[in-house]
């Protein structure tokens, strides 16, 4: 079984930053790509950042220039960096990753989602 865990949320002021982490563990061979979702109320799950195993990067344009998603493999951690926070940033943020838990087989997973709340 392999799980992911986010940390990092929390309450911030608009124009501040936050810096999330999703750290993989169990049965796992390697990691191919890593991705943080957001989803507010009443919205659906909204793609926001995707980070290949070889490090190329994918942003939603409403967050391109202010997140920035990176990754740690000898960790099997995903970051994601949180800059210049506006309220419409508001939402629980999920990490997704595609785990080769053996040289065979692949699966895709979820974290439980961290609160990000920007407000003053």
């Known amino acids: 079984q392999v799980q992911l865990v986010e940390s990092g949320g929390g309450l911030v002021q608009p124009g501040g930053s936050l810096r999330l982490s999703c750290a993989a563990s169990g049965s796992i061979f390697s990691i191919n790509d890593m991705r943080w979702y957001r989803q507010a109320p009443g919205n659906g799950r909204e793609l926001v950042a995707t980070i290949t195993s070889g490090g190329s990067t994918n942003y939603a344009d409403s967050v391109k220039g202010r997140f920035s998603i990176s990754r740690d493999n000898a960790k099997n951690t995903v970051y994601l960096q949180m800059n210049s926070l506006k309220p419409e940033d508001t939402a629980v943020y999920y990490c997704?990753?595609?785990?080769?838990?053996?040289?065979?087989?692949?699966?895709?997973?979820w974290g439980q989602g961290t609160q990000v709340t920007v407000s003053s």
């Open positions: 997704n990753a595609d785990v080769r838990y053996t040289y065979y087989r692949s699966s895709n997973y």
